[in-house]
């Protein structure tokens, strides 16, 4: 899909359609109607207005059809935004995938749209958000489907600058957002594209060859641990939970440092990269089990995340750990009871071989601490408990790098992946005492998505935060530009962190 700026007006841009977002308010449909001048566009919407059909509701879009001698464009989309004093860029973000949607359906192969303005920002943080709608909203998983009739997809988008439409910022402004949203989204599409990936084709070395993928598309350093390493450097949380499949497990190590100083502390996300989780021995009931084909999210958000950072020559230095595995029951398998000693001396009896995140993500939290890191955010598909706490609307944190929560909550309200915190109180350890080791890990009935937590903590020793995508990572329903399935969720909060740790 190509972007770009156009100096001209809705009757000469030649594209398939034009969209106009709507305010719910009837002075700025009547402006609207104005723009239209003496067409037959400007009857149409007139009598969308006068019946009451339209009024700029967010759930309306109207396809106006203009005369051939009025206009170069096939249709005009009226899109609404809802009430005037709830727009925000999230508005424009569900408004502008609306429109794309609209436009794709209809056939069109090119849109051109209006910024509409939006109070306290700028028209650059307006094209951005658009930008987002745009991509995020048309993006569909559907490589495995058996075309009829060939695809028509939305190639081209023209922002047009007609008079002030560009909402005060310059075009060089404008076209700098566009590209980096498009970059940003990208990465945000490559992991849905992971995490919807089936898991006949999706093993823990699929997750490193993307990985790899990265890598040698940036000239990024990464380092590959199979069997024989993972042994070697004590990683017994990922060989245990890995010891039932017939597939091989893998660490991986991705570093991307674009800092001025290539010492300056990173940091260091850390990504669960279950490929499939059945629950192991402690086997998961069937219901539902096929999503934990995305059990893999937290790995795919780092991978983009690593993408997104280096395509855009983030001055930070960032560091990916992924610990891939696959938890499936066989006569290999490890079992409820067995005992595992990590790295750092910390012994962990197994209580439940369905709580297999957080054992291979405390050997990837042992390896982080070697990169002295200014801060360790870790990324898992964790726990049912969050879902049955935040729903699928927010991300669960936990932590202790109380500064780094606070950009993360920023971050969340900006792109709309918001985090919401859960308390880790030292009460809360007692849930995790084992009798026969350190600790156990599970937690009994309460507080599960805090117990996980408990239990990642013991292998930090450096600020960190946690959080739990379980419910954010996959969607049950398709809304505006949140598809059904993957969500690539956390690439664009994590992206803007980093932004703006690039800029602090
Ligand atoms: N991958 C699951 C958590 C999950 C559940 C993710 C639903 C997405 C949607 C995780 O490995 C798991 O099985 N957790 C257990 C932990 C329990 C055994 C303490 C859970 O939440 O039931
Ligand atoms: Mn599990
Ligand atoms: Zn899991």
């Given at each position: 899909?190509?972007?770009?700026?156009?100096?001209t007006?809705?009757?000469?841009?030649?594209?398939?359609?034009?969209?106009?977002?709507?305010?719910?308010d009837?002075?700025?449909?009547?402006?609207?109607?104005?723009?239209?001048?003496?067409?037959?566009?400007?009857?149409?919407?007139?009598?969308?207005?006068?019946?009451?059909d339209?009024?700029?509701?967010?759930?309306?879009?109207?396809?106006i059809?203009?005369?051939?001698?009025?206009?170069?464009?096939?249709r005009?989309?009226?899109?609404?935004m809802?009430?005037?004093?709830?727009?925000?860029?999230?508005?424009?973000r569900?408004?502008?995938?609306?429109?794309?949607?609209?436009?794709?359906?209809?056939?069109?192969?090119?849109?051109?749209?209006?910024?509409?303005?939006?109070?306290?920002?700028?028209?650059?943080?307006?094209?951005?958000?658009?930008?987002?709608?745009?991509?995020?909203?048309?993006?569909?998983?559907?490589?495995?489907?058996?075309?009829?009739?060939?695809?028509?997809?939305?190639?081209?988008?023209t922002?047009?600058?007609?008079?002030?439409?560009?909402?005060?910022s310059?075009?060089?402004?404008?076209?700098?957002?566009?590209a980096?949203?498009?970059?940003?989204c990208?990465?945000?599409?490559?992991?849905r594209?992971?995490?919807?990936?089936?898991?006949?084709?999706?093993?823990?070395?699929?997750l490193?060859?993307w990985?790899?993928?990265?890598?040698?598309?940036?000239?990024?350093?990464?380092?590959?641990?199979?069997?024989?390493?993972?042994?070697?450097?004590?990683?017994?949380?990922?060989?245990s939970?890995?010891?039932?499949?017939?597939?091989?497990a893998?660490?991986v190590?991705?570093?991307?440092?674009?800092?001025p100083?290539?010492?300056?502390?990173?940091?260091?996300?850390?990504?669960?990269?279950i490929?499939?989780?059945?629950?192991?021995?402690?086997?998961?009931?069937?219901?539902?089990?096929?999503?934990?084909?995305?059990?893999?999210?937290?790995?795919?958000?780092?991978?983009?995340?690593?993408?997104?950072a280096?395509?855009?020559?983030?001055?930070?230095?960032?560091?990916?750990?992924?610990?891939c595995?696959e938890?499936?029951?066989?006569?290999?398998?490890?079992?409820?009871?067995d005992?595992?000693?990590?790295?750092?001396?910390?012994?962990?009896?197994?209580?439940?071989?369905d709580?297999?995140?957080?054992?291979?993500?405390?050997?990837?939290?042992?390896?982080?601490s070697?990169?002295?890191?200014?801060?360790?955010?870790?990324?898992?598909?964790?726990?049912?408990?969050?879902?049955?706490a935040?729903?699928?609307?927010?991300?669960?944190?936990?932590?202790?790098?109380?500064?780094?929560?606070?950009?993360?909550?920023?971050?969340?309200?900006?792109?709309y992946?918001?985090?919401?915190e859960?308390?880790?109180?030292?009460?809360?350890?007692?849930?995790?005492?084992s009798?026969?080791?350190?600790?156990?890990?599970?937690?009994?009935?309460?507080?599960?998505?805090?117990?996980?937590?408990?239990?990642?903590?013991?292998?930090?020793?450096?600020?960190?935060?946690?959080?739990?995508?379980?419910?954010?990572?996959r969607?049950?329903?398709?809304?505006?530009?949140?598809?059904?399935g993957?969500?690539?969720?956390?690439?664009?909060?994590?992206?803007?962190?980093?932004k703006?740790?690039?800029?602090?």
């Amino acid at each position: 899909m190509k972007f770009s700026i156009q100096k001209t007006d809705w009757k000469r841009v030649r594209t398939t359609a034009v969209a106009f977002f709507q305010p719910e308010d009837r002075r700025a449909l009547q402006a609207t109607i104005k723009h239209f001048g003496r067409t037959s566009v400007a009857t149409a919407a007139e009598a969308l207005l006068a019946t009451g059909d339209m009024a700029g509701k967010a759930e309306e879009t109207f396809v106006i059809y203009p005369r051939k001698s009025e206009a170069a464009a096939k249709r005009i989309l009226l899109v609404g935004m809802g009430k005037k004093d709830k727009l925000s860029l999230e508005i424009v973000r569900r408004a502008a995938s609306r429109a794309a949607k609209k436009a794709e359906g209809t056939k069109s192969r090119s849109l051109a749209i209006y910024l509409p303005e939006i109070k306290g920002h700028s028209g650059a943080e307006v094209a951005y958000a658009a930008v987002e709608g745009i991509k995020l909203g048309l993006y569909k998983y559907d490589k495995f489907f058996k075309r009829e009739e060939p695809k028509v997809s939305l190639e081209n988008v023209t922002v047009l600058e007609d008079g002030t439409s560009l909402a005060g910022s310059s075009a060089e402004e404008v076209n700098a957002a566009i590209a980096e949203a498009e970059t940003v989204c990208n990465a945000v599409i490559f992991a849905r594209e992971m995490e919807n990936e089936p898991s006949n084709n999706k093993y823990p070395e699929t997750l490193a060859n993307w990985a790899k993928q990265v890598a040698s598309e940036n000239g990024l350093k990464i380092t590959v641990f199979g069997p024989k390493e993972l042994l070697a450097n004590k990683m017994v949380g990922i060989i245990s939970v890995n010891q039932g499949s017939v597939k091989e497990a893998r660490f991986v190590a991705l570093e991307y440092l674009g800092a001025p100083k290539k010492d300056a502390a990173p940091i260091v996300l850390v990504g669960k990269g279950i490929t499939f989780d059945t629950g192991g021995i402690s086997l998961k009931p069937g219901a539902g089990m096929a999503d934990m084909k995305s059990d893999m999210s937290g790995a795919a958000t780092v991978i983009a995340t690593l993408k997104a950072a280096s395509d855009l020559k983030l001055p930070v230095n960032v560091i990916g750990l992924i610990s891939c595995a696959e938890n499936m029951p066989s006569g290999s398998a490890t079992r409820p009871g067995d005992v595992i000693t990590y790295a750092n001396g910390l012994s962990v009896e197994i209580d439940n071989t369905d709580a297999e995140g957080r054992l291979v993500l405390a050997d990837a939290l042992i390896w982080a601490s070697r990169y002295k890191p200014k801060s360790v955010i870790d990324l898992a598909t964790l726990t049912g408990a969050c879902v049955v706490a935040l729903g699928h609307v927010t991300t669960g944190m936990m932590g202790n790098d109380t500064s780094m929560m606070e950009r993360l909550k920023r971050s969340g309200d900006s792109t709309y992946e918001r985090v919401c915190e859960l308390p880790i109180y030292d009460e809360y350890d007692e849930l995790i005492k084992s009798d026969v080791a350190d600790i156990k890990n599970v937690g009994g009935r309460w507080a599960g998505a805090i117990t996980a937590a408990m239990f990642l903590k013991r292998f930090t020793d450096y600020p960190w935060i946690h959080l739990d995508i379980a419910g954010t990572a996959r969607s049950e329903s398709a809304s505006d530009y949140i598809p059904k399935g993957g969500t690539g969720v956390a690439v664009r909060l994590l992206t803007h962190m980093l932004k703006e740790e690039a800029n602090a």
